[in-house]
């Protein structure tokens, strides 16, 4: 632990007096000229990168260690003391930006269109009385870390992590994988009502804000917060029904061809991860050294420079990658604005699933290096639509080389199938969770029987026919308690399947030609938020496009791909 915390730099802000006459000086700055109002925005852009970064080393403790008072209150302390006056002052800022005589004469710099139209949004909505209520979410929210933090099992007289529990999974030992699985689940339950309470208590502080911001509900109001300029609620709905259409059947396709390769009667959810052919489960890599030295290995054979970004916070301790006792869920890439390394956080227990989110998280480490040089902080804010291409086109653009983890040809096959599907696979879980926080937020006098009941309702739209769930009914109702997104980042997971899609699509081009089509991935990487949406995606050599035909293509070449892997 102590290399660890050799990489966690301490937090430096005290109070907001501190900061207080930095906020006024800025807004009560005189502007005469254009280039005046330009060097004002780079120096907001310096002090809110100074603070986006110690924000962000006070959730990495946090995540790092739950169980630590003092690193909690510091994350709070932060959220309860500082951000309310950054809320008020950043709508001061803003507007004195957005009414200034001289915004019309800044110097023609790219990404200031894309940048100003976001700062119009972020003043259209902002209220005065929403500041408590967001601080109070904030807080709230992060208590959902501290409650599956503390979640373990035991197998063998020993406790466990979920995702160390969650190995055994892939035991062929069948009646091993139905104990794990039901041991884990029922651990579940034990907090439910703890779950179910947390979020009653964030959907209703969600509602009020967007009431407050003059909107009918939630859901409509977080399409505008996360600046969803170019697509709508429909998009979603188009997406879901597409991948009902296109997608189910070839995963239930997948889920046939593993209950006639396992020889059972009926597939049951523990069935899912084990080898269909039962051999033993892959072992890329021991340990975290172990990953990021064969991560960088992978990353500097597709780009010296990507290679160099791993050594680089390896040396400063930007890493905490394996699960432990206390640790919060999940796993993420935290840039960090102020000193350009971004913080890679995970839970890996060893498994080809933690070295593929390994590649994922790095990707998105590349895509917070590459951005870093622009001038403004908000031009490096980039949105999850791009931002998860970066992490998924990692995902397949590094499988060229993944021998590194698989030197036997054999296992590397079983590596890249399992990859293959599961890019797939994913699609369904996605619409489910999306559709389910549509419904959850336009039925805002719902009650938690209504909302249960919701959950069931979508999960077994995308679910499929083939998995046998008989005996399991009292898991159903709470199934989407284990999708942190949902408590913590409501509305963000969509992206994921747009993302997925695009993946896809650089991977496509990659294999017909992959100096072109890295070019391209790095070009896109690089411009940040400078952007639109559909215009990264053509950087990136492929379409902002989620419509049925597209998908039904895309699922069509990775088929092929599966196919030739034999």
């Known amino acids: 632990m102590k290399s660890l915390e050799a990489g966690l730099n301490e937090p430096s802000v005290k109070s907001w007096a501190e900061l207080e006459s930095r906020f006024e000086a800025l807004l009560n700055r005189e502007i005469t000229s254009g280039d005046d109002l330009f060097q004002w925005m780079k120096d907001r852009s310096a002090l809110d990168a100074q603070l ?39 709508d001061k800022l803003n507007r004195k930006l957005l009414d200034n005589p001289f915004l019309s004469d800044l110097p023609p710099i790219q990404g200031l269109t894309v940048y100003l139209r976001g700062l119009r949004k972020e003043v259209a909505l902002f209220r005065e009385e929403n500041i408590p209520l967001l601080t109070e979410i904030q807080t709230l929210s992060n208590t959902y870390g501290q409650i599956s933090g503390e979640m373990t099992v035991v197998l063998d007289d020993k406790e466990l992590t979920f995702q160390q529990a969650a190995l ?90 593993r209950k006639l390769k396992l020889g059972y009667e009926e597939l049951k959810p523990w069935d899912l991860d084990v080898d269909p052919d039962l051999l033993p489960p892959l072992k890329p890599y021991k340990g975290q050294s172990d990953l990021i030295a064969k991560t960088e290995q992978v990353f500097e054979r597709l780009d010296w420079e990507f290679g160099k970004v791993i050594r680089t916070m390896n040396e400063k301790g930007h890493f905490d990658l394996d699960s432990r006792i206390g640790k919060a869920p999940g796993g993420y890439n935290y840039p960090l604005y102020e000193s350009g390394l971004p913080f890679i956080f995970m839970n890996s227990a060893g498994s080809l699933r933690d070295m593929i989110t390994m590649m994922h998280e790095g990707g998105h480490a590349i895509h917070s290096w590459l951005s870093n040089p622009l001038e403004i902080t908000g031009f490096k804010h980039t949105p999850s639509e791009i931002a998860e291409v970066a992490s998924m086109a990692m995902e397949l653009i590094s499988m060229d080389h993944w021998d590194i983890f698989f030197p036997n040809p054999e296992e590397l096959k079983r590596a890249k199938r399992y990859q293959l599907e599961k890019i797939l696979s994913i699609l369904p879980w996605i619409a489910t969770v999306d559709a389910f926080q549509h419904w959850v937020y336009t039925h805002p006098e719902h009650s938690a029987e209504e909302r ?115």
Request: aromatic share 16%; net charge negative.
């Open 168 to 257: 055994e999974l892939k035991s062929s030992n069948r009646a091993r994988r139905e104990e794990v699985y039901l041991k884990i689940n029922r651990r579940r339950l034990n907090d439910k009502e703890k779950l179910e309470g947390l979020f009653e208590e964030l959907f209703q502080l969600r509602h009020t804000v967007a009431k407050n911001a003059g909107y009918e509900n939630f859901r409509d109001y977080m399409f505008d917060a996360l600046g969803r300029f170019d697509y709508s609620p429909q998009a979603c709905f188009d997406f879901h029904d597409s991948v009902e259409k296109h997608i189910v059947p070839l995963i239930e396709g997948f889920e046939q061809e």
């Open 452 to 566: 249960q009941q919701a959950w069931i309702s979508k999960f077994r739209r995308f679910g499929g026919q083939v998995v046998n769930r008989d005996g399991l009914s009292e898991f159903e109702p709470y199934g989407w308690h284990r999708q942190l997104h949902i408590f913590e980042v409501p509305f963000y997971y969509i992206e994921y399947g747009i993302a997925q899609l695009a993946a896809i699509g650089i991977w496509k081009n990659y294999r017909s030609n992959p100096q072109s089509a890295l070019g391209a991935y790095a070009n896109a990487l690089t411009a940040g938020y400078t952007f639109s949406l559909p215009e990264l995606y053509e950087m990136a050599g492929i379409s902002f496009d989620f419509s049925p035909h597209y998908i039904q293509n895309l699922a069509a070449f990775v088929q092929d791909e599966l196919k030739n892997l034999g």
């Open 52 to 90: 986006q970064e110690d924000l962000g080393w006070r959730y990495i403790r946090q995540t790092c260690d739950t169980n630590n008072e003092a690193k909690r209150e510091s994350l709070n302390f932060f959220i309860r003391e500082i951000e309310p006056h950054l809320a008020s002052y950043s």
